[in-house]
């Protein structure tokens, strides 16, 4: 089985995949690591050093190998936050795999990754308000999955049933 974890930063997308790929015997793949692999380099960096539109790019390629098959055949991948925004990676992933987008109240994200340089699209004095606009931005992408789940307040074992519960009923109807 191919799943895809997708959602805006914060949402659990590697905490949940983990989970989901242990619990289900199949391989994680973050992309973000991958990325951060390839380049040598952290994403903070790469933000910093090359801009947004260069990260995009490597983003890209990442989600080109995923869905080539490189990592394997069935496993559970995390993108990073905004990969879905790009049409075309939107589309690989729909083709690929089930889309699993993970949702937060804003609150809660913000909550979960503060406004650090960790996350570049939060960093350098990014309000609440920023945040909240990004979020808007990015929904109708966000909005075209196979399942969306809100992980507000919510463990990341009962995240975890929601998406096998879901899958579990797929798998019926197909069979």
Known sequence: MKIVLTGFMGTGKTTVGRRLARDMGLK???LDEEIEQG????ISAIFREHGE???????????????SGVYGGDVVAATGGGAVVSDSNRAALRSWGVVVRLAASADEIRNRVGGGAARPL???GKTQEDMEKLLASREDAYRDCDLS???TGRSVAEVVADIKEFLRKKA???S
């Open 28 to 30: 994680f793949i973050d």
């Open 172 to 174: 019926a109807r197909t």
């Open 39 to 42: 380049a040598a380099a952290r």
């Open 122 to 124: 939060l960093s350098d």
């Open 53 to 67: 539109v260069h990260f995009r790019t490597l983003e890209g390629e990442a989600v080109t190998r995923l869905v």
């Open 149 to 151: 789940v809100d992980t």
